[in-house]
């Protein structure tokens, strides 16, 4: 906007003339119309930049032109100056009113004319400024409203992103322990103290998946989870969520469960049946098929539970509880029945999982205090009756419940890890024991104390250092001392078994396996092992008098003993006719309440 773009309106040619001649001096760019019409027409061809009109023209006055173009919303910002020889204030009123912005009433000065365009240019270009300006801030508004909007939207991205990786398992992108907890919050709470107790979870545990990360590695131990993730998935209501919980523990929610409750139970717990038989068919692992066992808690919805995590703590009870596929329940000494891989929990194992706790607690407490003692039961030479050796028994009499059996505390004390303390006081008062005997007692010089020995045990990195120091600070040379070690603590790292046996071999140390048949039973891996002694587990000495079969196993259990030379000893003799077929057997060695119960050192 350089001079400006001004329209000049009059009636009369002479003022027109006037006026053109001194504005276009001035370097203005001005053109002219002699009537109202002709101005519209003007300013709709072109719009100028001020508009200098008069009043009283034919046809139409300046107050209607001036009112036309207010109007029209393309040419309301333009300013009108009106020019006229009226003037009476009520005629400046009116000019003002239908819009004007200035007045000049003639005779006029020039220099007053100039002026006040001038400073309507001015105004205009101030104007125009501040619309340009405008324009640029909403526009910036507006890419910055755009930018933040694009931050906010990827900012909800990586949000969700975070949060989808807080709730899910980064391996098989199944929810994880929080998610499932997340999930169930908001499925099963109702409200303040209000919870559903129409739906059932069930939790899927691999049995001795241990084993399978030290034969194949972690790697492929991680595939193996990916396939037993997608098992679970296939074939489940839309409705069920399925969850990893950690390692190879898995969890399913079924929700709104809208039958009758028999029925409803009835059709978990064969959806957990099946289940379980989808994991147990083979799956393909380093080129090699796999087999494995699964155990399955659960648990019921019910309008007591206060909130999710009672839920799921007693579901891990449950599959805790239940029996691992081809094995017998690990909850030794209970006396609630589980027969079946699965378990459905009730308040009872609740209370013995609290009984188990304080059980711990008050164990842990009697082995710093020394509080436990033993027993020991004669080993009896079949033959000639006479005293060959003792199993050391450990016994547990409690200052308030009295005597404690073994089948609850030991099992205790292996899932706690309170066996390792707990196993060395047992080896150190045993060896002390008989070398007070030897001291005491000529013909207890070649008598041999068998002491057991735990899986939890038999794990340890210096296991063999500790048995040697033992052995140094009690005095009792290692030919008197006989380990037993069951068949699974063996066959779980059969590799490593070996080297230890090996070591401990070499020192003359004596080594037996302990309930043989009740476990692996291969006597393929007899010959890997240096093991001196067979212990033939009570449960085939008891069974000789009503099975014939027994006769024949344990026949054959003792000819491929001698042909290995191994000693055989057949726990829980307890009758003569037993003893009688041991004998014939060849079944060196024998204990069991026939010859004597275990009893104190006294």
């Known amino acids: 906007m350089a001079q400006g773009n001004i329209l000049l309106v009059d009636d009369t040619p002479a003022n027109l003339e006037l006026l053109l001649e001194l504005l276009m001096k001035q370097g203005y760019k001005v053109r002219c119309a002699i009537s109202g019409p002709l101005a ?14 008069d009043v009283n023209m034919p046809d139409m006055d300046g107050y209607t032109v001036c009112r036309t173009l207010k109007q029209n919303p393309k040419f309301k910002d333009i300013p009108v100056l009106f020019v006229s020889a009226l003037g009476e204030t009520l005629d400046k009123v009116k000019a003002f009113e239908v819009g004007g912005v200035d007045y000049v009433t003639k005779p006029f000065q020039i220099d007053e004319v100039l002026a006040r365009i001038q400073t309507h240019l001015a105004l205009r270009a101030a104007q125009f400024e501040v619309k340009v300006l405008n324009a640029q801030l909403e526009q910036r508004v507006v890419e910055r409203t755009a930018q933040l909007q694009k931050e906010m939207t990827k900012r909800q991205h990586i949000q969700e992103k975070l949060l989808y990786r807080a709730t899910h398992d980064e391996l098989t992108d199944l929810l994880n322990r929080p998610g499932f907890v997340r999930e169930l919050k908001q499925f099963v709470t109702q409200g303040p103290g209000q919870m559903k107790s129409s739906y059932a979870i069930v939790t899927l ?10 034969a194949f590695g972690h790697l492929a131990s991680d595939r ?13 209501s839309q409705d069920a969520v399925v969850a990893r919980l950690g390692g190879e523990h898995f969890a399913i929610l079924f929700k709104a469960l809208d039958v009758e409750e028999r029925e409803a139970c009835q059709g978990i717990l064969m959806e957990a049946k099946r289940l379980q038989a989808e994991l147990s068919k083979p799956f393909q692992l380093e ?25 799921l703590r007693d579901v891990d009870i449950a599959c805790y509880w239940a029996k691992p596929q081809g094995q017998i329940s690990p909850v030794a000494g209970s006396s609630v029945e589980v027969s ?47 005293l060959a050796g003792l199993e050391a028994l450990v016994r547990w009499k409690h200052p308030e419940q009295g005597m404690i059996s073994p089948d609850q505390f030991i099992p205790v004390a292996e899932a706690s890890g309170l066996i390792v303390p707990l196993g060395l006081m047992v080896l150190r008062q045993a060896c002390e024991q008989l070398r007070a005997w030897q001291e005491q007692y000529p013909l207890a010089q070649s008598l041999k104390m068998s002491v057991n020995l735990s899986v939890r045990q038999f ?33 779980d790292n059969a590799e490593l078994a070996a080297a230890i046996l090996g070591q401990l071999r070499s020192r003359q140390i004596q080594l037996a396996i302990d309930d043989f048949g009740t476990g692996y039973s291969s006597l393929s891996y007899l010959n890997q092992f240096p093991v001196d002694t067979l212990k033939i587990d009570r449960s085939f000495v008891s069974q000789l008098d009503q099975d014939p079969k027994q006769v024949g196993i344990l026949k054959a259990i003792t000819t491929l003993a001698h042909t290995l030379e191994m000693d055989i000893v057949a726990e829980g003799i307890e009758t003569e006719q037993q003893l009688k077929q041991l004998r014939s057997f ?6 069991g309440y026939f010859f004597s119960k275990p009893v104190d050192a006294a």
Do not use: W
Not at 225 to 235: H, V
Not at 586 to 591: A, D, I, N, R, S
């Open 40 to 53: 519209i027409r003007a300013v709709e061809a072109m719009p100028p930049d001020v508009i200098l009109l």
């Open 205 to 214: 545990a691999c049995d001795r998946f241990q084993q399978i990360i030290n």
């Open 224 to 236: 193996l989870l990916t396939k037993i993730a997608n098992r679970l998935e296939l074939g489940l």
């Open 287 to 311: 080129q090699r098929e796999l087999f494995l066992q699964t155990k399955c808690g659960v648990v019921f919805g019910q309008p007591h539970y206060e909130n999710v995590d009672h839920i």
């Open 340 to 386: 079946e891989s699965y378990c459905v929990f009730d308040n009872q194992m609740h209370h013995q999982a609290l009984n188990r706790i304080e059980l711990e607690g008050d164990l842990r407490l009697a082995i710093e205090r020394r509080e436990l003692t033993l027993q020991y039961q004669p080993l009896i030479a079949l033959e000639s009756g006479e």
């Open 459 to 491: 794990a340890q990195p210096d296991l063999v250092e500790q048995i040697e120091q033992t052995l140094v600070e009690t005095g009792l040379r290692p030919q008197n001392l006989k380990l037993e070690i069951t068949e699974s603590a063996i066959m």
């Open 586 to 591: 060849g079944c060196q060695f024998g204990q």
